[in-house]
């Protein structure tokens, strides 16, 4: 499955910024209504990703659309410049609790929900609000929305017949990495983990089509376009039990993508680390969600609901981090 070329581009990459427009101190923090830690968090890593938030403060959204009821981008522009230009220290996010069942219609109010899969929900409504005035896009045009040029990117999965040696490579466009972290103690361990080609034999053989039969193969997943923001999802929670894993993973505030893309032997690709989303408690049914985020001022901020408190790079470097956020 080769990447198309798009046929359209949606939004032009030239007008996206990485680097913040306006430098100011944090803005408000989130009052909770009832176990919406979740929200909150997620909320304040996406109003400080600062391609995302230039984007949504020029108010640019808003004034070409013409959605008819429930548009994500609108309310995440409404709710970003609200937060940035607060005069008091918090605010209720009642833009997004209106519109909570309409980002995932199996979200309910008032029950603790899981951060990483809001977070999913609130971005794939923003990307489906951005395309709403396009019909029948080729997947590759779909892939143009200032949403996906923000945070998507594509995954390679390479399988390689061990009887002929011939490749079969196919692309999966993600928005988010999810990482297992069972046997790593480090984000770049999980990443190497990653990349690791695994066997493919017996039961879980390859059909080749050259040999035209199933054949022992490997299969190995490496990044083949990088996202502009990269987030990363350390899986602590177990889907069956919904036990956590609660050890240390170190992970940096620079990283080298580098390693772990299709084309290894490249220039560096250097990310910084822009926000830390933190679970606390013993599993995924209980427990309290807050984070780290560095404003545009450079400075990192402890943001835990309505609070918001300066503190250290050093101190959001040693969480117990849930979902990482960093930017090129």
Same mark, same amino acid.
């Given at each position: 499955?080769?990447?198309?070329?798009?046929?359209?581009?949606?939004?032009?990459?030239?007008?996206?910024?990485?680097?913040?427009?306006?430098?100011?101190?944090?803005?408000?923090?989130?009052?909770?209504?009832?176990?919406?830690?979740?929200?909150?968090?997620?909320?304040?890593?996406?109003?400080?990703?600062?391609?995302?938030?230039?984007?949504?403060?020029?108010?640019?959204?808003?004034?070409?659309?013409?959605?008819?009821?429930?548009?994500?981008?609108?309310?995440?522009?409404?709710?970003?410049?609200?937060?940035?230009?607060?005069?008091?220290?918090?605010?209720?996010?009642?833009?997004?609790?209106?519109?909570?069942?309409?980002?995932?219609?199996?979200?309910?109010?008032?029950?603790?929900?899981?951060?990483?899969?809001?977070?999913?929900?609130?971005?794939?409504?923003?990307?489906?609000?951005?395309?709403?005035?396009?019909?029948?896009?080729?997947?590759?045009?779909?892939?143009?929305?200032?949403?996906?040029?923000?945070?998507?990117?594509?995954?390679?999965? &390479?399988?390689? +017949? =061990?009887?002929?040696?011939? %490749? /079969?490579?196919?692309? #999966?466009?993600?928005?988010?990495?999810? !990482?297992?972290?069972?046997?790593?103690?480090?984000?770049?361990?999980?990443?190497?983990?990653?990349?690791?080609?695994?066997?493919?034999?017996?039961?879980?053989?390859?059909?080749?089509?050259?040999?035209?039969?199933?054949?022992?193969?490997?299969?190995?997943?490496?990044?083949?376009?990088?996202?502009?923001?990269?987030?990363?999802?350390?899986? &602590?929670?177990? +889907? =069956?039990?919904?036990?956590? %894993? /609660?050890?240390?993973? #170190?992970?940096?505030?620079?990283?080298? !993508?580098?390693?772990?893309?299709?084309?290894?032997?490249?220039?560096?690709?250097?990310?910084?680390?822009?926000?830390?989303?933190?679970?606390?408690?013993?599993?995924?049914?209980?427990?309290?969600?807050?984070?780290?985020?560095?404003?545009?001022?450079?400075?990192?901020?402890?943001?835990?609901?309505?609070?918001?408190?300066?503190?250290?790079?050093?101190?959001?470097?040693?969480?117990?981090?849930?979902?990482?956020?960093?930017?090129?």
């Amino acid at each position: 499955e080769e990447m198309a070329p798009p046929k359209r581009i949606l939004f032009p990459p030239e007008k996206i910024c990485m680097v913040w427009q306006q430098r100011q101190s944090a803005g408000a923090g989130l009052f909770n209504v009832g176990n919406t830690c979740f929200l909150n968090a997620v909320l304040q890593c996406l109003t400080y990703t600062p391609p995302l938030a230039n984007y949504l403060l020029s108010r640019e959204h808003s004034q070409a659309c013409h959605h008819q009821g429930f548009c994500m981008m609108c309310i995440m522009e409404a709710h970003v410049n609200k937060v940035l230009h607060s005069p008091v220290s918090a605010i209720l996010p009642l833009a997004v609790l209106k519109v909570f069942r309409c980002i995932g219609e199996h979200f309910q109010p008032g029950r603790e929900e899981d951060a990483h899969d809001f977070l999913c929900c609130t971005v794939n409504a923003m990307q489906r609000a951005c395309l709403s005035a396009s019909s029948d896009l080729d997947h590759s045009s779909q892939s143009t929305t200032i949403v996906y040029q923000i945070f998507g990117g594509f995954l390679r999965s &390479r399988v390689t +017949c =061990f009887s002929c040696k011939a %490749i /079969s490579d196919s692309y #999966e466009a993600f928005l988010d990495v999810p !990482l297992d972290i069972k046997a790593a103690s480090s984000l770049t361990a999980a990443l190497e983990d990653f990349v690791t080609p695994e066997h493919l034999d017996g039961e879980n053989c390859f059909k080749c089509n050259k040999c035209k039969k199933n054949v022992a193969a490997s299969k190995r997943f490496t990044v083949h376009c990088a996202p502009k923001v990269l987030t990363v999802c350390l899986k &602590r929670f177990d +889907c =069956f039990t919904g036990g956590k %894993i /609660s050890k240390v993973v #170190e992970y940096p505030e620079y990283l080298d !993508l580098r390693p772990y893309m299709s084309q290894a032997d490249g220039e560096p690709l250097h990310y910084s680390l822009y926000a830390v989303l933190v679970h606390s408690g013993v599993s995924c049914h209980r427990g309290h969600y807050f984070c780290y985020t560095k404003a545009s001022n450079g400075l990192w901020y402890q943001m835990d609901d309505e609070s918001v408190e300066l503190c250290c790079i050093d101190t959001a470097l040693r969480q117990q981090a849930y979902l990482l956020f960093y930017a090129r």
